[in-house]
Nanobody, 118 residues
Framework: QVQLAESGGGLVQAGGSLRLSCAAS????????VGWFRQAPGKQRDAVAT???????SYDDPVKGRFTISRDNAKNTVYLQMDSLRPEDTAVYYC????????????WGQGTQVTVSS
């Protein structure tokens, strides 16, 4: 079982930056990928970015060129650097893991609120 804890959310003006952190603990050796997701009020939860154990990354189209996902293996932490933030980026951001052999993400963190003012 993997436990995840997100941090780094807050209130920022449009055009600003935030860095989110996702700290993992527990059975982390079986992690294939870590993903960041977000859910705005009244909307479904969408994938934002993922990073695989081999280092490959992927991004949802709305954040390409503005967000960067990275990891620090020594700290068991995955980051989401968010630049050029827009009001439409406002949401609760979650991280989750995809275990080896699984096709879905699980072990969701509690989420961190990101609010971008115009």
């Amino acid at each position: 079982q993997v436990q995840l804890a997100e941090s780094g959310g807050g209130l920022v003006q449009a055009g600003g930056s935030l860095r989110l952190s996702c700290a993992a603990s527990g059975s982390i050796s079986n992690i294939f990928a870590v993903g960041w997701f977000r859910q705005a009020p009244g909307k479904q939860r969408d994938a934002v970015a993922t990073i695989r154990s081999d280092g490959r990354t992927s991004y949802d189209d709305p954040v390409k060129g503005r967000f960067t996902i990275s990891r620090d293996n020594a700290k068991n932490t995955v980051y989401l650097q968010m630049d050029s933030l827009r009001p439409e980026d406002t949401a609760v951001y979650y991280c989750a893991v995809q275990s080896t052999g699984r096709t879905t993400f699980s072990s969701w963190g509690q989420g961190t609120q990101v609010t971008v003012s115009s």
